[in-house]
């Protein structure tokens, strides 16, 4: 007789995209999901164990759980070879798998082994859609990993849903401000609002430290522009990030 592998679910997604990624991990912790049933390599507590090879416990993950695949898609997501390689890998053996669509990021710009008539999760769809989604998901969940609930924890998983889908949608709001300012070429001082209020809503919106940290350069306003490369520097997970952000500082004089 077989053994019955351990169900967990593998968060796929890029190491830019943690602004949406940690709220996400947060939602799933209240759906009754721990570090024993949840991997996620950017959170710490669900990320690669000390020591360890992270290819090898990669290769782990996807030979040693009956996974279910959440793939946080965007355009930093195709950009990235290691999330491009776990689609592939998720792909070749068959895991089930969940698409949720960060906000600016369409169906049709799905590509890949990922079917785009398999139904998805688009966070800044409509509100009403977006909770029933999230619905759908929780209870895939429930009964997949065969957790128990009572009417409490309903009215409780609502309550953090409801958070989730206001922090989402308050994040792709100052996005969409930011884009216009872009587009519209307004002086840097009109970003430093949005920016902001994207580092309160979330203190991993690390690209936003980022720019944020670029503005203040130009602006020559060393102390702040210091501040917030240094902490995309030191904090960021993102390898080119990390680099670009150490670049900066270079230039304007400070060596980490």
């Keep these: 007789m077989s053994e019955t592998k351990q169900n967990k679910i593998f968060i796929s997604h890029s190491s ?5 990624v940690q709220p996400l991990v947060e939602l799933f912790e209240h759906m009754g999901l721990t570090s024993e049933n949840m991997f996620c390599s950017s959170i710490p507590g669900y990320n690669v164990p000390l020591d360890k090879n992270i290819f090898d416990y990669l290769k782990e993950q996807f030979d040693n759980y009956n996974l279910r695949v959440v793939f946080v898609l965007s355009e930093n997501y195709y950009n990235s070879p290691a999330s491009l390689n776990e689609m592939g890998a998720a792909w070749v053996l068959r895991h089930k798998y969940t698409s949720i669509l960060i906000p600016q990021f369409d169906f049709v710009d799905i590509k890949g082994v990922i079917d785009k008539m398999q139904i998805s999760i688009k966070l800044d769809s409509e509100k009403t859609e977006l909770k029933a989604r999230l619905n759908e998901l929780r209870d895939t969940i429930i009964k997949e990993f065969e957790i128990k609930t009572s009417l409490a924890s309903q009215n409780i ?3 953090h849903r409801d958070e989730f889908i206001n922090k989402v949608s308050s994040m792709e709001v100052y ?3 930011i884009y216009q300012l872009k587009e519209n070429n307004r002086p840097f ?3 430093i609002s949005p920016l902001k209020n ?3 809503i ?6 936003a430290m980022y720019i ?4 203040y350069a130009e602006m020559n306003d060393i102390e702040n522009a210091i501040k917030f490369l240094k902490m995309t520097a030191t904090l960021s997970k993102d390898d080119e990030l990390k680099e670009k952000s ?3 500082l270079k230039e304007i004089g400070y060596v980490i």
């Design 212 to 215: 944020l940290g670029t503005i």
């Design 246 to 248: 150490i670049s900066n």
């Design 198 to 200: 994207l580092i309160q």
């Design 202 to 207: 979330n203190p991993l919106s690390y690209d």
């Design 16 to 20: 830019r995209d943690m602004a949406f």
């Design 157 to 159: 998983w609502e309550r």
């Design 189 to 191: 001082v009109e970003w």
């Design 175 to 177: 996005w969409k401000e």
